[in-house]
């Protein structure tokens, strides 16, 4: 939050000497193309200026409560960890910026104001007040502006939105390239060591988030060794001290500790995750969301199914991606997510909490029917598969009525057909009530 706004009153203060010293350059030459604003002399405009300095102060807490508020009101609508998006944001920065920019601006001119008894004699800087009086009326514009901008900012669907483009970006700079139709990558391959070669763990040397992984430090230092380095701690993963970051296998001597830090250099850890490297930290902030919605003292289905829409739409874009890394060789092993354990984080959580809400279960089949459409890969399908037996054996153990059980029939059958599958492939999961009491 505080480099924007430092920069901003850097920038203010040069603007202010820079403006002090052509007027001091230039004489009363400004005064007299534009005297009205300073007919009044110089205590006058001290006094102005005075005033909008004070205001300047007073808008910039206004600003701050604003903003704080907000981000309370997200956290208990929303979740906790959509602060971070809140905290980032380049407007509320901005914002902050100017107005203690121009406080910091009318101070500087004010003080190059002089008086009639002043020994130098008179003086008032034309230019620079006529700047700090155009700022002002900008400032009240920004004010307004900000005002708007934060009764959108703490929206459902501006924060799910935001969240999802976000995370929409990252598959795009992390997974470029499209899956072919017949690999597989259900989950992640590590190869297996040869019994006889050694295995040595590198530990970590803090406690965290793995942030960023340099893969190709990892590869580097796996070639000049002529060893194997298999990552065994991956991107977004918890680590403490003394938890293995990779497996050293091959290595013929002790780790020494020349070797801890360059393996420990490679691994950027950190206090929380982030969506910029990490996927996975995208999808779960969709799933809080929909998750708080869900809860039994917000009961807002509505925003629950907001949060499926577009955690649907980010699915769909990871279910074309190949999510193997390219860095990977004989000699270097890195850990990378499957699209079984993205899925089933996105998915398992919801619909244990949906419960018997027949428009969540619904959705959720929806969901899997818009993923489902842009991949024919086998192994992608039968994940969906999965996931969609799991959806209607949830429904047969808590819908209630025959005219539920109907609603969520219909959409199976759309999604199975859209799957490659027979619209009544799982028939004999979703019986009617009174078939399913029986079992009971």
Request: charged residues 15%; glycine residues 6%.
């Amino acid at each position: 939050m505080w480099f924007i706004p430092m920069l901003m009153v850097t920038g203010a203060i040069l603007l202010a000497y820079g403006c002090i010293r052509i007027d001091t350059a230039s004489g009363d030459s400004f005064d007299r193309f534009y005297p009205q604003p300073f007919a009044g002399g110089a205590d006058s405009i001290r006094m102005m200026l005075s005033a909008i300095a004070t205001s300047m102060i007073t808008v910039s807490g206004i600003t701050f409560s604003l903003t704080i508020s907000s981000l309370a009101q997200a956290s208990a609508q929303l979740t906790a960890r959509v602060l971070r998006n809140f905290t980032s944001s380049v407007t509320n920065k901005l914002v902050l910026g100017f107005f203690v920019s121009l406080f910091v601006y009318c101070l500087i001119v004010m003080r190059a104001i002089r008086i009639k008894d002043d020994a130098a004699g008179p003086f008032i800087p034309a230019l620079s007040v006529f700047v700090a009086m155009v700022l002002a009326i900008v400032g009240v514009g920004v004010l307004i502006y900000f005002i708007h901008y934060v009764a959108l900012s703490i929206q459902a669907s501006t924060v799910v939105s935001s969240v999802a483009d976000e995370t929409l970006k990252t598959i795009d700079k992390l997974y470029p390239n499209r899956l072919a139709d017949d690999a597989d990558d259900l989950l992640p391959t590590l190869q297996p060591a040869d019994a006889s070669q050694s295995i040595q763990l590198v530990p970590a040397n803090t406690n965290g988030y793995i942030q960023l992984i340099d893969e190709q430090k990892l590869a580097q230092f796996a070639a000049d060794q002529s060893i194997i380095v298999r990552v065994d701690a991956g991107t977004g993963d918890f680590v403490t001290q003394q938890s293995p970051l990779v497996a050293l296998i091959g290595l013929g001597q002790t780790i020494d500790e020349s070797t801890l830090k360059t393996i420990n250099r490679a691994f950027t850890i950190r206090p929380s995750r982030t969506v910029d490297a990490e996927i996975g930290f995208g999808i779960r902030q969709l799933v809080d969301i929909a998750l708080k919605a869900l809860a039994p003292s917000a009961d807002d289905t509505t925003t629950a199914v907001l949060a499926l829409d577009y955690l649907s739409a980010v699915l769909a874009r990871l279910v074309q991606r190949q999510l193997q890394p390219t860095t990977a060789t004989g000699q270097f092993i890195p850990k990378y997510p499957s699209f079984a354990n993205l899925m089933a984080g996105a998915l398992d959580q919801i619909r244990d909490t949906a419960g018997s809400n027949l428009v969540v279960l619904t959705r959720m089949l929806f969901l899997i029917q818009v993923v489902g459409r842009p991949t024919t890969n086998p192994a992608r399908r039968t994940v969906l598969l999965h996931h969609t037996r799991l959806l209607i054996e949830q429904a047969n153990a808590t819908l209630r009525t025959d005219y539920q059980r109907t609603l969520i029939h219909q959409q199976l059958g759309e999604t199975l057909l859209t799957l490659g599958e027979k619209a009544d492939a799982f028939d004999d999961l979703l019986k009617p009530v009174s078939v399913a009491a029986s079992f009971r």
